[in-house]
């Protein structure tokens, strides 16, 4: 980005963060409390650290549409479900998994001393959809400064063989399965924070760790394969319309895939405490990036049989 450019992109994103803030206090006022969930004590920090929820959002949108190729329209559709999905589904998936009764019904193991309400969980799909279909839209409009000529169509998916797929979406579940169990021992399970708040105990070493899963909670491996696949439908629209293929458009993919579903940790909730928060913020951000990466460079890599790039439209 040039340095002229600097100053409206900034200037953008706030514009952009604060219009995502204005529908989501809309919609929170519409949405009643859960029961017992509390009012916010300092309702000025929580608009504080919501405001720059937003502005992590609208920053992090904005760096893709600059850097995206593809029409318009698909970067409105693309982006809201790309952004819906990676900010609020996956996440969701793994709340409604731990923090509530029925997950622990299904088997999720270690149950947190705080159960957190399902009406909790629904409102959140609501807020932040809403957020995506509101702003993305007018996200594109604010960043896409791209002349016609450079916005055509384009694939979003690699004309890759059944074989590829399915070769590559192994590499995606064990990759993230590694990454998933290893952070969430070697950062999260060493925490005693952490420990006494699922009442959980550590076996001694990553291997009995995921013995012990294999053994207590083995639908686990299975759920968390399921959001890998989640985490590629959702990832390759981004994927497929970044225009960097090097370390640029890794970089910026790392950073959609790790920062909108976990910058939330730093507003207070009731159900999950400060402490437990912020080690689950540094487990899921270095472990989702890192996975963003790995995605980004797995699906823009040049299939063997045909010399053309993936996203590469042949008739044009």
Known sequence: MKAKAVL?????TLLLSAIMLAV??????IRPLSAGEPAARDEGTIMLLLFIVTTVYALVIGLVIKNARGSRLQLIIGLIVAFYGVQTVVGQIEAFF?????????????????RMPLDFILSQLIVWGSVAAVGTPIAVLLFDRRNRHNRKAIPFLPA???QQWLIKMA??????????FGFGYFVAWK?????EFYQGTDPGSFWLQLKQVATNTPGLYGLQAFRALLWVGFTLPVIAMIREKGWTGAFITGLFVSLPMNIPHIIPNPYMPA??????????????????????????SMPRKKQIEPYQNPTT
């Open 8 to 12: 409206p992109f900034i200037l953008k």
């Open 171 to 180: 590499v995606v579940i064990l990759t993230y399965e590694l990454l998933y």
């Open 24 to 29: 989501t206090m809309i919609i929170g006022m």
């Open 275 to 300: 402490d437990v928060r912020a080690v689950h913020f540094v487990e899921t951000v270095s472990s989702t990036f890192i996975f963003g990466i790995v995605l980004f460079l797995l699906f823009t």
């Open 191 to 195: 925490d005693p924070a952490i420990l």
């Open 98 to 114: 731990f923090l509530t009764p029925l997950g622990e019904h299904m088997g999720a193991g270690s149950a947190p001393v705080l």
């Open 160 to 162: 890759w063989s059944g």
